[in-house]
């Protein structure tokens, strides 16, 4: 079956993994990259939504370590280079692969490993840059539909595989 219902966010979350892992990025520096992507997503989302009030960061811890940022599928994200390796930090807190890999299981289950062959098949038909210039525009064209405004925060819509590797055959058009 190539179409299943899941939310947005744990499909923006592989994507983002997915596009970081072409970028060069390893396994669990790329997981914890995506879980960051989606979240800063969200919060920005449920910001205009009226969902969530904007926060200041004054109070929130920092990271050990310098942070440098990365932009990835749209997105500048704060990342730390740790001793096991380089990982995103969100409220100050750096992400573990670990988490993020839970996550993933837990939303697709056994449509995990479909999904990640579906998006590896669109992002290897660009090269690295260009995909990380086109990743979000792709992303919203086979992204799970949901009802606009309130309604579809968490609502599940549905992904299409089949669409997400045709658009492969589309990127020259970008």
Request: glycine share 8%; charged share 25%.
């Given at each position: 079956m190539s179409t299943f219902e899941i939310n947005r966010a744990p499909v923006l979350t592989l994507w983002a993994?997915?596009?970081?892992?072409?970028?060069?990025?390893?396994?669990?520096?790329?997981?914890?990259?995506?879980?960051?992507?989606?979240?800063?997503?969200?919060?920005?989302k449920g910001q205009r939504l009226g969902i969530y009030q904007k926060k200041e960061h004054a109070g929130e811890p920092e990271p050990a370590g310098?942070?440098?940022?990365?932009?990835?599928?749209?997105?500048?994200?704060?990342?730390?280079?740790l001793e096991h390796g380089v990982r995103a930090v969100i409220r100050g807190q750096a992400q573990t692969?670990?988490?993020?890999?839970?996550y993933l299981e837990s939303k697709f289950k056994d449509r995990l490993e479909p999904a990640r062959k579906?998006?590896?098949?669109?992002?290897?038909?660009?090269?690295?840059?260009?995909?990380?210039?086109?990743?979000?525009?792709?992303?919203?064209?086979?992204?799970?539909?949901?009802?606009?405004?309130?309604?579809?925060?968490?609502?599940?819509?549905?992904?299409?595989?089949?669409l997400i590797r045709s658009l492969a055959g589309e990127a020259s058009l970008f």
């Open positions: 993994t997915v596009v970081a892992e072409r970028l060069g990025y390893d396994k669990d520096t790329a997981l914890s990259l995506g879980k960051a992507v989606a979240g800063l997503t969200a919060q920005r310098e942070v440098e940022w990365v932009e990835l599928v749209g997105r500048q994200v704060p990342t730390c280079a692969p670990e988490s993020s890999r839970q579906a998006m590896e098949h669109l992002a290897a038909a660009y090269e690295p840059d260009e995909l990380n210039r086109v990743a979000n525009r792709l992303y919203e064209k086979f992204r799970p539909a949901i009802p606009p405004g309130t309604r579809g925060w968490g609502a599940k819509g549905k992904l299409d595989l089949q």
